[in-house]
């Protein structure tokens, strides 16, 4: 079944970039898969940062794609942003630090059952963003704007971030939000609560996990799934993921359950990047709701099953066929 498609998501035909807002930075991995931080004598490395994630998921699915961030001026930074050019991301938008900012640093453990994060991003370079980059972006021709949460997170990323929105909602560019909660990037939940639900009022298609709806909404899960229905009331959607129970789209079109491609987790991280932007490249293809749903859920399937983050992202043939080898459905 075509499911129908706000008329927001009309930017999708044109011919210009996604762009995604936030972080991108390093991440290590303990190796072999499995090995615990404190006993490692060796890691592999990757690109990381929700914001970059998603940048290169869409690239990998065939779409262009611009990312708006900052990278500190060192060889941490060059790792990032040769990467990132390497996955077919636009670097037009990144602007390189020359303070004591520095790009994020993760180690995580590709473990399935309670995986330790150690992330450091005291000073990070990914919140100081170049007024004028943010000022000429071209938001006219591009298909959508995509923010993760955690780029909200400073004074004045946010004030700058909010126009941003603003500008976004005045050119007809779709304005998505991924929640994308950390709680160690926020100086309490009451203020990332605060922010991101002010914020939300720009947005058009607002993507988060059962949790971050829960912490949204300032009650328990129940209620998370009320914000997420009463935000998908007016000609806007929310994609509501529960991890292993699937995914619900709410909207004035579709009400439904989705469910998820059953793989062995070789970690639980990337998944949720890995499906916001798969979702979006297959709505480029296919305007079918449930479909690009399950194409997200296929590459979070995919990178949860493979060590890294980027570098696990599929390409678009990759996808289609484990989508055809792979049991969907619980």
Known sequence: MKHILPAWLDSLSRDGSFIVVGRAGMDLYPTPAGTKISSATTFSSDVGGSAGNIAV????????????????????GDFVAENLKNFGVGLTYIDRTTGLQRTSLAIAEALADAPEVVIYRNNASDLILNSSYITNLPLAVSKAIIFTGTALSSKQANQQLRQLAQDANAHQCPVILDIDYREMAWPSQNQAREVLSEFCDYVDLLVGNDEEFAMLSGGSISDGKSYALKFAADDRVALYKAGSAGCDIFSRHISEHISIYKVTPLKPFGAGDAFL????????YEQNWVEAIKAGAAAAAMVVSRQGCASAMPDKQSLIKFQSETKFGL
């Open 57 to 76: 998921a869409l690239a990998r699915s065939g779409q262009k794609v611009e990312l708006l961030s900052s990278l500190s001026s060192d060889a941490i």
């Open 277 to 284: 932007g798969n979702v979006m490249g297959h709505l480029v």
